[in-house]
């Protein structure tokens, strides 16, 4: 995954995404958020900002609101 993050960080520019590519960044993104916060008791509290981000992110970029990836909100 970290791999794949760094390419996407390389080829990611202002402009060259389409709305399909930023959506399944943002679900990407909201996918790790809800896998990270089984790690530890406290760990949903500590990325309930993140999942604010995401919402916020979707709404910046105008995509739909996740119903499903289950992120801290």
């Known amino acids: 995954m970290a791999d794949a ?3 996407l960080h ?3 520019r202002p402009g060259g995404w389409d709305q399909g590519a930023a959506e399944d960044a943002v679900s990407a993104f909201e996918i ?3 896998t990270l916060a089984t790690l530890h008791p406290d ?3 500590v990325l309930d900002v993140a999942g604010r ?3 916020e992110l ?3 970029l105008c995509l ?3 119903t499903d990836s289950g992120a801290p909100a």
Request: glycine share 0%.
């Open 5 to 7: 993050a760094y390419e």
């Open 10 to 12: 390389d080829i990611a």
């Open 32 to 34: 790790h958020v809800q």
């Open 43 to 45: 760990a949903h509290d």
């Open 53 to 55: 981000i995401a919402a």
């Open 58 to 60: 979707r709404r910046l």
């Open 64 to 66: 739909p609101a996740d």
